[in-house]
């Protein structure tokens, strides 16, 4: 994002940086409860429950001294007794969701309120408070402290005490944070970590917007539109993180929802982006405010009768299972992978299986995949492109799908580079990097250093002349 002022030194609030009525609609901001242990709100706490104690200076200390076996206990008793401890707490941290959306804790009667609009103001992509400093917000993936005076640790347990519910101000006693979101308005919504560090308190505020960039905003070939309105299949989103991946899906799901009567699920960890109904129907559920994990929400997933859905990240077997079934059930599930090539999505893939099952699972993937798309932002040699997306895309058509079927996956590579996969709207990394040089949007040193095939980009940047 680009910043509206400088931002060498400290982001002035100045008088626009006062809540102003129009903007602020602090009224209709509703804190939702996020996983707590169970029945935390309902019970008192018993005196041999864990906790950790709150306070402006000195370190977190665990007060628990229950359910510790006998120092002279057998080992075997001592096991058995570490047992039913840990059965013990596991019952008692079991996560459980509440929803109250009629409960509020205005911000804006705190100097809280104030950062968070600063947050929104200077379009940050984070707000990072900790006790005695001043509040900073991420602009362009560094921290910028705000022209105002430091939050003092009284103050912020003062901030605390008014924005948590009676039941989060547990959780932060017994589990030393808290996580919750707020509804700032209807465009913007924070995804909030209360914790303590050293025993003094800290919040991380994430800025999640609903303002999503259309596909010519983001660089991004036309071919991705075709890839989003694919009928049913998988597509998946390859990178590391920070590569973009959340923004390029949430552009591909808005062209869906502006074309399509669908109803589009997605389960994400957290939401990233607030859509917006157009002529899709979409039900965003966030993993430990709406639904407690991805097991459950990928278990309700057919009875809430999706055509297309969002599985946030492809983390493990189950997650990956549940999205090939949809697959093959008809729905267009979109997922994002931790990679660093399209070729190389295949082996992350396969590694999360056992090995008697890799096969089968290949054979399903054959048939399922629609596309691989991985992407890395590189910093362009323009003022106003802070980054551009260098991409890689692998369409699936019969080729592709015999090298899959035979385990030739990493041959692919090459076929990347062929007339008939450039034809077919396909691009490989090193290609999408000379065409950035090309244009003038990178620097060659920045392709250099972004290939993993240096000698081969080097020869094909020499025919530029």
Request: aromatic letters at 6%.
């Amino acid at each position: 994002m680009l910043c509206r002022q400088p931002v060498s030194g400290p982001v002035r609030m100045g008088r626009a940086f006062a809540p102003a009525s129009s903007r602020i609609r602090s009224n209709k901001g509703n804190f939702l409860i996020s996983p707590s242990p169970k029945g935390a709100a309902a019970v008192a706490e018993p005196s041999t429950k864990p906790s950790v104690k709150l306070g402006v200076n000195g370190a977190a200390t665990n007060t628990s001294g229950a359910n510790r076996p006998p120092a002279n206990a057998a080992p075997e008793k001592e096991a058995k007794s570490m047992n039913r401890t840990a059965e013990h707490q596991a019952e008692q941290y079991a996560p459980h969701v509440t929803l109250d959306p009629d409960q509020k804790h205005d911000p804006h009667a705190t100097r809280f309120g104030k950062f968070l609009q600063a947050a929104i103001k200077f379009e940050a992509s984070d707000l990072i408070i900790k006790s005695g400093q001043q509040p900073k917000i991420r602009l362009r993936g560094a921290l910028k402290p705000l022209d105002t005076p430091a939050v003092t640790g009284d103050e912020f347990m003062s901030i605390a005490q008014h924005i948590l519910s009676e039941e989060q101000w547990k959780d932060l006693h017994r589990l030393g944070s808290v996580d919750f979101a707020y509804d700032y308005d209807d465009h913007n919504r924070f995804r909030v970590n209360l914790f303590q560090a050293r025993g003094k308190l800290s919040v991380a505020c994430r800025l999640i917007t609903s303002k999503i960039r259309r596909f010519e905003e983001l660089y991004l070939p036309s071919i991705m539109a075709e890839i989003a309105m694919q009928p049913q299949g998988i597509v998946l989103l390859c990178g590391v993180t920070g590569s973009g991946k959340s923004t390029t899906i949430a552009a591909m799901l808005d062209y869906v929802n502006e074309r399509k009567s669908v109803h589009i699920v997605t389960i994400e960890d957290p939401i990233e982006y607030i859509f917006t109904d157009k002529k899709a129907t979409i039900n965003q559920r966030e993993i430990g405010i709406d639904v407690l994990d991805f097991k459950i929400a990928l278990r309700a997933l057919v009875r809430e009768n999706p055509d297309v859905v969002l599985v946030g990240e492809m983390r493990d077997s189950e997650t990956f299972e549940a999205a090939l079934h949809a697959a093959e059930t008809g729905h267009l599930v979109f997922g994002t992978i931790h990679s660093s090539s399209t070729t190389q999505t295949f082996s992350r893939i396969y590694d999360l299986f056992a090995h008697e099952e890799r096969d089968q699972v290949r054979k399903i993937l054959a048939y399922q995949m629609r596309a691989f798309v991985y992407q890395k932002l590189l910093p362009t040699l323009h003022e106003k492109i802070h980054r551009i997306p260098a991409l890689e895309i692998l369409i699936n058509n019969g080729v592709a799908r015999k090298y899959i079927l035979e385990g030739r996956e990493g041959e692919l590579r090459e076929y990347l580079m062929s007339v008939e996969a450039t034809q077919q709207g396909m691009i490989d990394f090193n290609g999408s990097l000379v065409k950035l040089v090309e244009d003038e949007y990178i620097h060659m040193r920045v392709a250099m250093e972004a290939t993993p095939n240096p000698d081969e980009l080097m020869m094909r940047l020499k025919k530029l002349g």
